[in-house]
């Protein structure tokens, strides 16, 4: 097997565009060779832990209203491309991502990551749940097949927090500047949401060379 890592925010929406269109390359060729992991990078480390309102936060970021609006509409547009539905305006809050992160790390443990990182995709850019809540990260991980009431106990301890921080800092170090970012067979890298196309042609190269 190939490792394919993916180093991702689930608040980001080219990494939730991005995965569903590998998503459609893995079902069009359910036996490819990757092993994926998903690899911690945030978005906001700074952000405070009850996170900000959403739209001061991207008036801020993209300087004012014009901005953002400028910003998000290719967003809407490659999300319909990639057959994703997005309901940017249920969101309500920017949160601090660590939580989600701890969260996604122990999915790993546990053989359940892709699964709670989709359901973390689907409350924040679907429902529009405030995915910096315990409650909510508790939901999303008894959807995905873990314990909810675990993990609702492991986030109020300090279980893993700074292991995420070194992560994020590791990653930033290692050249990852913007996310999704892909590490194909721990060498190759590929920024940004890549076409199905090209992950079919990945896959097609890497049964070539095996």
């Not at 999300?79 to 969260?103: N, Q, V, Y």
């Not at 873990?146 to 170090?173: F, H, K, N, P, T």
């Amino acid at each position: 097997m190939t490792t394919l890592d993916i180093f991702s925010d689930p608040i980001c929406p080219w990494c939730y565009i991005g995965k569903g269109l590998l998503d459609r390359a893995l079902l069009a060729q359910p036996d490819h060779p990757f092993t994926i992991r998903w690899r911690p990078f945030m978005l906001n480390p700074e952000m405070p832990a009850g996170g900000m309102d959403r739209r001061a936060y991207l008036e801020a970021k993209f300087g004012g209203k014009e901005g953002a609006v400028q910003a998000y509409m290719p967003i809407a547009e490659r999300a319909a491309e990639a057959g994703l539905e997005i309901h940017l305006d249920k969101i309500a809050t920017t949160p601090s991502t660590l939580d989600a992160h701890r969260l996604i790390h122990w999915a790993g443990v546990e053989g359940v990551q892709t699964a709670v990182v989709s359901s973390l995709f689907r409350a924040y850019f679907v429902e529009g749940r405030d995915i910096g809540e315990a409650e909510v990260l508790a939901d999303v991980a008894d959807s995905s097949g873990m314990d909810g009431s675990v993990v609702q106990r492991l986030l109020a301890s300090e279980a893993d927090r700074r292991e995420i921080q070194e992560m994020d800092s590791s990653a930033r170090g290692m050249g990852v500047q913007a996310v999704p970012t892909f590490v194909v067979a721990g060498q190759h890298a590929v920024p940004g949401a890549q076409p199905t196309e090209l992950w079919l042609k990945v896959i097609e190269e890497i049964r070539a060379q095996a």
